[in-house]
């Protein structure tokens, strides 16, 4: 069995690129240092909102990084997206603490994808095996509630079940490239019906008169972004929500990730008046925000859907993942996918309890995402 050591870093920034850089997925917009350093130092994955970074590093016995589990203690269930609200009043219930828990996932960012970073010249297994064990350590050493991974991938989910984590379940809607070609291509899968409501929709913005860019994050000066993200910001305070990215926290994260960050802007003569900001990796689209001040008519579905998905087919992307929630989504084509996120809950009696709480839930979103893609707009094949 391979020797290794864990250690615990109070910053992202507290390992070197070039360590980071050894256990990160080429190409992956959220899981590398830039990402989670860029947030945590402008605040938005920072104490201020309730996440303070406890990530593990695990070395071998010769001190060469082997693994990397991003991990948070959280203050509050904001930006996490595990749907634990209910979990902390039951807690208060019972005159217990359910905050501060432990969290592994992207800050503010519901995708599915790698939760343990390792290298790839290493044992996985055993690696995985100690990190998990190292979480569940820090659990129990500070008397905490629970740790959370958020949306790991279906390769990564086995361990953590494997370790007693127990698993809820929730419908995104993607959308997937089947061939499709073009834009044309894409429309011409769905029903009559459904086709003329999305031509009628971009019709009207293209009446509108308005200009739509695609731009990369490298294309993006510093000085436009307060622009863009006071329009960011307009839908949060719309909703009496918190916009926790600043436009300095934007400006740097464009720089550092480059062309994987993609932001589709609609201008009124010449002044930017919305936004829809979005990541990328080398197969997939993430959409993240969508900012507007004005009502223009099908202006969201444009920017939002189907420049992404055109987005998508130009660039041999072949998933479009535009965030969580949204039945609207349907309509457009995005297919009903079940995501998963694993937790540790320390008290058995509350892991039981929680546990028989999301069977019921199970199936639930399983019967509703059977329902959603009865109402796909594809046509019918024989």
Partial sequence: MQAFTVSTLDAAEDLSPAEWQRVCPDGDPFLNRDFFAIAERHGAAGRAYGWRPRHLALRTADGTLQGLLPLYLRHNSHGDFIHDWSWAGAYRQLGRAYYPKLSSGLPHTPVTGTRFLLAEDGPRTPAIATLIDAAKAMVEEFDLSSWHVAFPSAEQLEPLVSAGLIVSHNVQFHWLDQDFG???????????????????????????????????????????????????????????????????????????????????????????????????????????????????????????????????????????????????????????????????????????????????????????????????????VP
């Fill in 182 to 380: 073009d834009f044309d291509g894409y429309l011409a899968s769905f029903a009559s019906e459904k086709r003329r409501k999305v031509k009628a929709e971009r019709r009207k913005v293209q009446e509108s008169k308005l200009k739509l860019e695609v731009r990369h994050g490298d294309e993006i000066a510093p000085a436009e972004w307060p622009t863009l993200h006071r329009l960011y910001a307009s839908t949060f305070e719309k909703f009496g929500n918190l916009p926790v990215f600043s436009a300095a926290c934007y400006a740097e994260l464009a720089q550092a990730l480059g062309r994987r960050m993609v932001l589709f802007i609609a201008r009124d003569q010449g002044e930017a008046v919305a936004v829809a900001i979005c990541y990328r990796s080398g197969t997939a689209l993430y959409g993240r925000y969508w900012g507007c001040e004005q009502r223009f008519h099908s202006l969201h579905f444009e920017l939002c859907f189907y420049q992404g998905i055109a987005y998508c087919l130009a660039h041999g992307l072949s998933r479009f993942e535009p965030g969580a929630g949204g039945e609207h989504k349907i309509a457009r084509g995005f297919v009903p996918t079940t995501v998963r996120s694993a937790h540790w809950i320390a008290d058995p009696a509350m892991r039981k309890l929680i546990a028989r709480h999301l069977e019921v839930q199970r199936d639930g979103y399983a019967a509703y995402r059977d329902d959603a893609t009865d109402h796909l707009p594809f046509r019918q």
